[in-house]
């Protein structure tokens, strides 16, 4: 009865399958800034203008695309952050919203969302926190925050779900629990937590409570992720470096790190260092990401998929979340900026490359790796602010932290402490006794602005 859908979706899988087969030989070319226009048109015009979103039943958040139009919209698209804006509204204001804890179902059964599947996930809330952080909807941001910190936070880091069952007056029910008003709820066991904790999707969150915190989102986002990063080093990297896949009380699991792992804890690390101005979490992102860079690329496959041909970062899924390819991408291209060296960019442009053809012909399920292109399709923009006091300069130049790929705001030891942990961003840059702006662009700086003025105009230019 669904003989299209099937067709396509097989045509899916043999392009992927093709993808890994050809990663090894096979390089793209990186697309350009109006080939990324092309694909934000393929995406508008696919977009659901009766109901929203995209597609027909059943009818997910699309989060890694949703991000990687908010990054076109950061380099001046405006139809992408029109349409970006249109589908995290659709999303806050739909069923799929839990408007009681905060957070999000899986997805709905029926294309006008009526109809929710009732199991909150980790990892597409974790995308939906970024998402929502980044356009600036903070009430719905701060949802997401509070159904971490009272939900999903078991032990130290966050849990991967919750159940979509609870048992009410004896029975067992889908979804009874969250159709019920706070009050309602109050005298109910909520359904069960899935306690397993698996260190990719805490970096996916790491991410988005940093950008909440930068957003200034309600419920101390930063400290949250402060707390989890804490425990996760503490508890999933092992003294060679290498990291833990998942555990669950305390308990390690034999499976294999994959490359989501290592770059959705990277990732993570680094932008909560930046948004805290801890150089330290910034340093130990680093240190995943370049051990990661190490290894062999038997030594993060999965057995399963060796047996199939596939080996290392190859995988490149992005239904819910964005791939470990295009989190290992992103890591390398903050550190490009933080410290100056090349071969990071470079990195971050061979991982995606093999993967070009493929994003570029089905984006809805290629949002992450598209992310990553949109960000090597132009020079990257970084802004250090070195200030000892606040000023109009300070609040501005910080505010421009959604549209740069790296911001950071910090004092004079502060940025001292940053050229001692090896980031030369702010060599040279370590005086804040007058608050100065420097706007770098593809690594190469302007001269120091000091006046609110002086930013509107290079700004603009």
């Known amino acids: 009865e669904k003989r299209e859908d099937v067709l396509e ?43 929203g979103g995209f597609g027909g039943a059943p009818k997910f958040p699309t989060t890694p695309v949703v991000n990687f139009l908010l990054s076109e919209a950061a380099a001046g ?20 919203r839990d408007a009681v804890e905060g957070g999000f179902f899986r997805y709905s059964t029926m294309r006008d969302f009526s109809d929710p599947h009732y199991e909150r996930m980790l990892f597409d809330n ?47 029910s889908e979804g009874g629990y969250f159709a019920r008003d706070a009050k309602g ?17 805490n970096g996916l969150a790491l991410e988005g409570l940093a950008l909440a915190h930068r957003a200034g989102v309600t419920g101390d986002p930063g400290a949250l992720g402060f707390d989890i990063a804490t425990w996760l080093w503490e508890n999933h990297v092992g003294v060679d470096g290498s990291l833990v896949r998942v555990s669950r009380d305390g308990v390690v699991s034999s499976a294999v790190a994959t490359a989501e792992d290592y770059g959705g804890f990277a990732l993570g690390l ?27 690329p038997q030594a993060v496959t999965d057995p399963l998929a060796a047996k199939h041909g596939m080996s290392g970062s190859g995988d490149i899924s992005e239904g819910a979340s964005p791939s470990g390819v295009a989190l290992l991408a992103l890591a390398a291209l903050r550190l490009a900026s933080l410290t100056g060296e090349g071969i990071y960019r470079e990195w971050a442009r061979d991982l995606v490359a093999p993967f070009v053809a493929h994003a570029m012909a089905m984006p809805l399920g290629s949002g992450g790796v598209l992310r990553v292109l949109s960000e090597l399709a132009r020079p990257a923009r970084d802004i250090v602010v070195v200030a000892d006091q606040v000023n109009d300069l300070v609040v501005r130049a910080g505010g421009l932290w959604h549209s740069a790929a790296v911001v950071a705001v910090v004092s004079t030891a502060q940025a001292q402490e940053f050229v001692s942990a090896g980031f030369s961003l702010f060599e040279g840059r370590t005086d804040g006794s007058v608050p100065i702006a420097y706007l770098c662009e593809g690594g190469v700086c302007r001269m120091p602005i000091t006046t609110i003025e002086a930013l509107e105009v290079h700004l603009a230019g």
């Open 9 to 51: 979706s097989s045509r899916s899988l043999v392009d992927a399958v093709a993808a890994h087969r050809s990663a090894a030989s096979g390089i793209g070319v990186i697309p350009s800034p109006d080939q990324l226009s092309v694909i934000v048109d393929a995406l508008i015009a696919q977009e659901d203008t009766e109901h």
């Open 77 to 96: 698209r405006g139809e992408a952050g029109a349409l970006a804006a249109r589908l995290l509204a659709t999303y806050a204001g739909s069923p799929l």
């Open 126 to 172: 974790a995308g939906l926190l970024q998402a929502y952080s980044r356009i600036g909807m903070t009430d719905t941001a701060a949802g997401i925050v509070n159904f971490f910190r009272h939900q999903l936070f078991v032990g130290g880091a966050l849990g991967s779900a919750q159940d979509s069952e609870s048992i009410i007056d004896g029975v067992s």
């Open 185 to 201: 709820r109050s005298g109910l066991v909520p359904p069960a937590i899935d306690d397993k904790v698996v260190t990719g999707w």
């Open 270 to 296: 680094i932008e909560l260092g930046l948004a805290l101005v801890n150089p330290g979490l910034v340093a130990k992102g680093r240190q995943v990401l370049d051990h990661y860079r190490a290894l062999p």
